[in-house]
């Protein structure tokens, strides 16, 4: 496997379908602070391509890649997972950043237990509605509000 610049192995992945983020928007705007040099692309899904860590050639995952807006990316195998099976590519490449925030907010920061009344704001948008996921998953109540009918409706 090749290694990064610090050394550790990185796994090389065909990109197949790729999540943008407003975070994209801002880093090719130019708008976000710090990282004016990085590329854009962050959520992405495709085929393991040279093998690293866990990952074997050929397995089709899904994670974090920084610079991933392209046909091939490099990134350490910690940050990237086997999809299941009836997953697709671009339904893959849409979740990272959105559920690992809300993972992360609620069961990592807030350590919401079961039985809490959780508020989610703008709860039809990316994170809102992998947060009504997760906090489904901890056993939580979620209590929503979104935009108008539309969004509504979609809850």
């Given at each position: 496997p090749a290694a990064s610049n610090s050394g550790a192995p990185e796994a090389a992945v065909?990109?197949?379908a790729v999540g943008?983020?407003?975070r994209d928007l801002l880093v090719v705007l130019?708008?976000?602070p710090g990282a004016e040099h990085e590329p854009p692309g962050g959520d992405c899904a495709g085929v393991v391509v040279e093998a690293?860590?866990?990952l074997?050639?050929?397995t089709r995952v899904f994670g974090l890649a920084?610079?991933?807006l392209?046909?091939?990316?490099?990134c350490s195998p910690e940050t990237l997972v086997e999809m299941p099976p009836q997953l697709s590519y671009e339904h893959a490449a849409s979740m990272p950043t959105v559920f690992m925030t809300a993972h992360m907010a609620f069961a990592d920061a807030a350590k919401?237990?079961?039985?809490?009344?959780?508020?989610?704001h703008a709860a039809a948008g990316g994170v809102g509605l992998a947060s009504l996921q997760v906090l489904r998953q901890l056993g939580a109540h979620a209590v929503a509000t979104a935009g108008g009918p539309p969004k509504r409706s979609l809850l």
């Open positions: 065909r990109v197949h943008l983020n407003f130019g708008m976000y690293a860590g866990a074997e050639q050929g920084p610079g991933c392209g046909t091939l990316v490099r919401v237990c079961q039985g809490e009344r959780v508020l989610v």
